[in-house]
């Protein structure tokens, strides 16, 4: 089993930054970890994701060059370095693990998720 908690979320004016914390347990490390965000009434979509050993990310285009994902092995931790934020980045950003798949974009390919922490960027 995966446990996940995401932290960090706030409100922040456009153009400044967050950064979000993923906390996860069990045997989480083995696997690749992804950032997803749901806004109200639109689908969940793919924002980030990082490799097991953390070589390797892949970003959604419309937070390429402001987002960074990153991985602490040692404290079993997932972050989201988030700058230059704009208001449409405002959603509920989850933290994914147990990726099954070939491509992150497709949430149905991961399996654990976290609660969600709330992002809002006012204007």
């Known amino acids: 089993q995966v446990q996940l908690v995401e932290s960090g979320g706030g409100l922040v004016q456009a153009g400044g930054s967050l950064r979000l914390s993923c906390a996860a347990s069990g045997r989480t490390f083995t696997y690749s970890m992804g950032w997803f965000r749901q806004a109200p009434g639109k689908e969940r979509e793919f924002v980030a994701a990082?490799?097991?050993?953390?070589?390797?990310?892949e970003y959604a285009d419309p937070v390429k060059g402001r987002f960074t994902i990153s991985r602490d092995m040692e404290k079993n931790t997932v972050y989201l370095q988030m700058n230059s934020l704009k208001p449409e980045d405002t959603a509920v950003y989850y933290c994914?693990?147990?990726?099954?798949?070939?491509?992150?974009?497709?949430?149905?390919?991961?399996?654990?998720w976290g609660q969600g922490t709330q992002v809002t960027v006012s204007s």
């Open positions: 994914a693990a147990v990726f099954t798949g070939n491509d992150y974009y497709q949430p149905t390919l991961w399996r654990s």
């Open positions: 990082i490799n097991k050993r953390g070589a390797n990310t």
